[in-house]
């Protein structure tokens, strides 16, 4: 079955930087497009990225252009995401979500996500 | 920017009965709409895309209908494993938007 488990999440002051990664199984990683959601405690959902599957196309939230990268690595199996000039308001939840066959705004099969924490 | 508004915030309702939850868009996004379903310490689960296209496994209670702005989500007999926070999202544009999701409740 399809498996996404997001790692790299934890504490960091303003300004810093974190890379998580989304190791996936279970699915042919090369053929979907994988996007990034995060999830402030306690608030919704915000999507924050998206990479096509062959890697070539990537489009991001307003909030994080600039500052966040998205890239994969098709023969690892493994999504990441570069976060840099962290802010407060970048603590949440992320997770990364495999899209379906069939559309890339359909976000199918999620992982449990990862918790990036902002704080001096 | 899609800006996707939700009501009711919080919807209270008993085992059994139904609720209808609804979903507004800022501009028409045609029929791309999904809904998730998320419950406490859990991931997202997709219910609908297309508006009313059923995921693999979402029971026959479930329903979504609407297009353009105006979207619906209702279930028709509350179960217990249904009291959760609903979410609709828009794919018809970039960046892909959600809305702040409704909590149906006992």
């Known amino acids: 079955q399809v498996q996404l488990v997001e790692s790299g999440g934890g504490v960091v002051q303003p300004g810093g930087s974190l890379r998580l990664s989304c190791a996936a199984s279970g699915f042919t990683f090369r053929s979907y497009g994988i996007h990034w959601v995060r999830q402030a405690p306690g608030k919704g959902l915000e999507w924050v990225a998206f990479i096509r599957d062959d890697g070539n196309t990537k489009y991001y939230a307003d909030s994080v252009k600039g500052r966040f990268t998205i890239s994969r690595d098709n023969s690892k199996n493994t999504l990441y995401l570069q976060l840099n000039s962290l802010r407060v308001d970048d603590t949440a939840v992320y997770h990364c979500a495999k899209v379906t066959s069939s559309s890339w705004g359909t976000l199918e099969d999620w992982g449990q996500g990862t918790l990036v924490t902002v704080s001096s | 920017e899609i800006v996707m508004t939700q009501s009711p915030a919080t919807l209270s309702v008993s085992p059994g009965e139904r609720a209808t939850l609804s979903c507004r868009a800022s501009?028409?996004?045609?029929?791309?709409l999904a809904w998730y379903q998320q419950k406490p310490g859990q991931a997202p689960r997709l219910l609908f895309y297309g508006a009313s296209t059923r995921a693999t496994g979402i029971p026959a209670r479930f329903s979504g209908s609407g297009s353009g702005t105006e979207f619906t989500l209702t279930i028709s007999s509350l179960q217990s494993e249904d009291f959760a926070v609903y979410y609709c999202?828009?794919?018809?544009?970039?960046?892909?938007?959600f809305g702040g999701g409704t909590t149906v409740g006992i």
């Open positions: 999202q828009q794919y018809n544009n970039w960046p892909l938007s």
């Open positions: 501009q028409s996004v045609s029929s791309k």
